[in-house]
Each structure stands twice: as C-alpha cells, then as structure tokens.
Nanobody, 122 residues
C-alpha cells in the first residue's frame, strides 16, 4: 500500500507563514503528480496547488494570489506548500494527494493523507 503523511500545520496569526510537508512511502512504482487540497467546515474540498511530472507544470487556485508556492523533491517523494500572508479564510484542514502507481503497467490512483489543521487567528 501507499502511505501519505502531512505535517507542518498549526496556529498562526494573520499575515503569518507556514510550510506544509507531505511525504509518500510504501509500494510506489512511480509518482505522476502531487498536490494540496483544503477543506473548511461545511465546505467542499478544493484544490490549492498541484504539480505534475509534465515539465513540472504547476496549477494554483485563484485564491492563492501569489501567496503560496508548491515545490517537489522527487528523490524523497515529498511535496511542500509554502504559505505566506495567511488570513482567516485560509483556515482549513489541508490534505496532500499523490497520484501514483504501485507496479509496472498499472493505472495510477489518487492516494490521500490524513490532513493537517491550519488555523489562522489573532
């Protein structure tokens, strides 16, 4: 199986910064993409940022507005999310997703971490 573990969440004041980390491990044959989603209470899960293996193409949600940056270390099966200028609307559980195969010739699946809580409050 594939394990996905996030870390780095916590409590931060408005205008502050956090860096989230996500590490994938287990029976991974190939990782095709990694990304971050978030979900606030009573709301749907939404894309924050995504990076794939096609020339390191990156997608960001509109609400990021240049505040966040996603990066990836393929050798460590790790993806990061640097979050700056945080505001209360960024409060949510942040989830890491890994699109990966577990063997040659198998189709990729999306694997999810347990989530890490980010709370922005004064």
């Amino acid at each position: 199986q594939v394990q996905v573990v996030e870390s780095g969440g916590g409590l931060v004041q408005p205008g502050g910064s956090l860096r989230l980390s996500c590490a994938a491990s287990g029976s991974i044959f190939s990782i095709w993409a990694m990304g971050w989603y978030r979900q606030a209470p009573g709301k749907q899960r939404e894309l924050v940022a995504h990076i794939d293996n096609n020339n390191w193409r990156v997608r960001y949600a509109d609400f990021v507005k240049g505040r966040f940056a996603i990066s990836r270390e393929n050798a460590k099966n790790t993806v990061y999310l640097q979050m700056n200028s945080l505001n209360s609307e960024d409060t949510a559980v942040y989830y890491c997703t890994v699109e990966a195969t577990t063997g040659r010739g198998l189709v990729p699946y999306d694997y999810w971490g347990q989530g890490t809580q980010v709370t922005v409050s004064s």
